[in-house]
Every structure is written in C-alpha cells, then in structure tokens.
T-cell receptor, first 111, second 113 residues
C-alpha cells in the first residue's frame, strides 16, 4: 500500500484558498487518490476522489499531475467551518480495499 | 438506513470487563470496516468484512479483539478483558465494492477505567 506524506498542520484565514499537498511516491497503477475530512467527535467524511488530472465537485478540487506522485486538495474561500483534519489516502477502491490513514493535516481557519 | 449507525455512542467500562460495539452499515453495502482512533491520533485499521467473511483481520491488536458480521449487515466488535489502552473511538465504515467513498459512522467512544 502506498504511503502518503502531508503537512501536519496548516493555518489559513477566512475567504482564502487553501491548498494541501500530499506526496505518494510509490503509488500503484490501480490506485485512486481520495481525500477525507474529519471534524472533532465525528467519523471522516469523503470529500473527493480522483485518478489523474483534475476533479472538481461542489466542495473542493483535486489536482493530480501526470506522474501521480503527488496530489493537491484545493479548498476555495475557506470558512471557519472548514477547520478540520484532512486525510489523503491512496488505494484500490473498486476492489473493496481497506483504507490506510496517515496522520492527516490539521487545518485551522481563523477569522 | 440512510447512514452508518453505531451504538452505543459512548461506553464507560471497568478494566477487565467485556464490551460489544455494534455497527449498522448502509443498506446494500457489502464491505464493512472497523477502525480505532486514539486521542489526537490518526485512524488505525482493525478488520474488514466482505459480506459475512473477514478477508483481512490484520489490524486486530490482540486475541482479546474479535468481530463478526451476520446476514451481510450488522457487525459486532467484541473486546474481552478490556484494558485502559483500549480506550479510543471505534469507527465503523461501509462501502459498495463498485468504488466511491467509504461512509463512516460517528463512532463509539470507549473509556476503560
């Protein structure tokens, strides 16, 4: 299973765009990249998933370069409610593979 | 149901007692996962079910931990002779094999005193 590396913490201010980059140098051909968000006292919540290039949904965008050795989660115009831990995961999802969570990035959004 | 339901939401037990934690996955989700999260830590994988079978039990920390799933639906995680280091939030997730994201429950906060 591919190991991921992401910053332990990040600070931002309301209204700013936040980009969290994750490194996954040994990603396998069949692996997808998925990001989860976790608020205190709650289970992680799926944000976005991609395989290559760019994926966008109503919450975030995910940028994946051609070599797929890293990915960047982009949160546009963050608010205080975006304060959470963000996890980057790499794995095979269409085969029911287990997810391996790293330590995540603790994002703190300030007024 | 609409989401993954876990019960109880909180459990305080005395050291040495057995506890059972329950997970009700989303209807139709064939895959079910148990994770553990200690205070301020990331998620630790425990066990994975596909239907009623458990192809991957590699994360169970000791033989005091066991889990079962019946009818391809509800799962129970049992911890025997609880120890203080078992204190954590136990999270359950379910998914469709077709892919997409896993849906997590809100967890059971276990405190062993």
């Amino acid at each position: 299973l591919a190991k991921t590396t992401q910053p332990i913490s990040m600070d931002s201010y309301e209204g700013q765009e936040v980009n969290i980059t994750c490194s996954h140098n040994n990603i396998a051909t069949n692996d997808y990249i998925t990001w989860y968000q976790q608020f205190p006292s709650q289970g992680p919540r799926f944000i976005i998933q991609g395989y290559k290039t760019k994926v966008t949904n109503e919450v975030a965008s995910l940028f994946i370069p051609a070599d797929r050795k890293s990915s960047t989660l982009s949160l546009p115009r963050v608010s205080l409610s975006d304060t959470a831990v963000y996890y980057c995961l790499v794995g095979i999802y269409n085969q029911g593979g287990k997810l391996i969570f790293g330590q995540g990035t603790e994002l703190s959004v300030k007024p | 149901g609409a989401g993954v339901s876990q019960s109880p939401s909180n459990k305080v037990t005395e050291k040495g007692k057995d506890v059972e934690l329950r997970c009700d996955p989303i209807s139709g989700h064939t895959a079910l996962y148990w994770y553990r999260q200690s205070l301020g830590q990331g998620l630790e994988f425990l066990i994975y079910f596909q239907g009623n079978s458990a192809p991957d039990k590699s994360g169970l920390p000791s033989d005091r931990f066991s889990a079962e799933r019946t009818g391809g639906s509800v799962s129970t995680l049992t911890i025997q002779r609880t120890q203080q280091e078992d204190s954590a939030v136990y999270l359950c997730a379910s998914s469709l094999l077709a892919g997409g994201g896993y849906t997590f429950g809100s967890g059971t906060r276990l405190t062993v005193v």
